[in-house]
C-alpha cells in the first residue's frame, strides 16, 4: 500500500550555514546567497596590503600599533613577541588553513591540485581570489559548505581581535539532544555536533538550551 506524502509532512530546504528556508530561487543550494556573501566580505578582509593578515605584522611586538612607533623598554632586552599573531601569520596558520580548503574543492572538482607561489602573503593573495572565484560553485554544490564558513568566519574573526585588541568572545555552552555540549559565540555562524553530526544554523544553536541546565 502506497503512503501518500501531505503538507505536514513537508519540510522547506533550509540553509546549512544559517539555517533559515532557502527563497524559490535559492532551491538546490546547499547555503542561501546571503551566506555566500558573508563568506565572500570574510574572505575580501585579508588579502592585500591593508588586509588583516598583512596588519598582522603591526601586532607581533608589545608596544606596536598599526602604523605607530615602536616603544623602547630596555636597550638589551628584546621585546617579547605575540604568539597569537604569529601563529595566525606563520605556516599552519591563516594561509595553510585557506589552501587547504581550495585543495578540498579542487578534489570535489576532480581538478589538479592547486600550486602555491612566493612568499606567504603573496600565496594568501592567490588563494583568496581562487576561492572567490569559485565561491559560487561552493555555495550551490559542496557538502561542507556550512563548516568552510564556520572556519573562515572563525579565522578572521581572530585576525580582527588581534589587529584591534578587541577581548575573545565568551564561549557559551549549549546541550544537543544527544546530549553532546557544544561551545560556540552570540556571532556563530552555526556548529556541526561532534556526537550526532547534526549541522545547526546561527539561529538554531542559539537557540539550544545551556548546558548546565539541560543537565539540571
Not at 546549512?16 to 563568506?39: F, K, S, T
Not at 591593508?50 to 623602547?72: K, M
Amino acid at each position: 500500500m502506497h503512503h501518500l506524502t501531505t503538507l505536514d509532512d513537508y519540510s522547506w530546504p533550509t540553509c546549512g550555514p544559517c539555517g533559515r528556508q532557502l527563497h524559490q530561487d535559492e532551491l538546490g543550494r546547499v547555503a542561501c546567497r546571503l551566506c555566500q556573501d558573508r563568506a565572500d566580505n570574510a574572505l575580501r578582509q585579508l588579502p592585500g596590503p591593508s588586509g588583516l593578515y598583512a596588519s598582522l605584522a603591526a601586532r607581533l611586538t608589545p608596544g606596536r600599533g598599526g602604523d605607530g612607533p615602536v616603544v623602547s623598554v630596555s636597550r638589551t632586552a628584546p621585546l617579547p613577541v605575540r604568539l597569537e599573531p604569529l601563529s595566525l601569520m606563520a605556516r599552519g596558520g591563516v594561509v595553510t588553513i585557506l589552501q587547504a580548503w581550495l585543495v578540498d574543492w579542487h578534489e570535489q572538482l576532480g581538478w589538479r591540485h592547486p600550486r602555491w607561489e612566493g612568499d606567504l602573503q603573496q600565496q594568501l593573495d592567490q588563494v583568496v581570489q581562487a576561492l572567490r572565484i569559485n565561491l559560487e560553485w561552493a555555495a550551490t554544490e559542496h557538502p561542507a559548505f556550512a563548516d568552510f564558513m564556520q572556519e573562515i568566519s572563525s579565522v578572521v574573526r581572530q585576525c580582527e581581535r588581534q589587529v584591534t585588541g578587541e577581548r575573545a568572545e565568551r564561549p557559551i555552552a549549549v546541550a544537543c539532544p544527544c546530549g553532546t555540549t557544544l561551545r560556540v559565540t552570540v556571532s556563530t555562524p552555526g556548529a556541526r555536533c561532534r556526537g550526532c553530526a547534526t549541522q545547526y544554523g546561527r539561529n538554531e544553536v542559539l537557540d539550544l538550551p545551556l548546558a548546565h541546565r539541560a543537565a539540571a
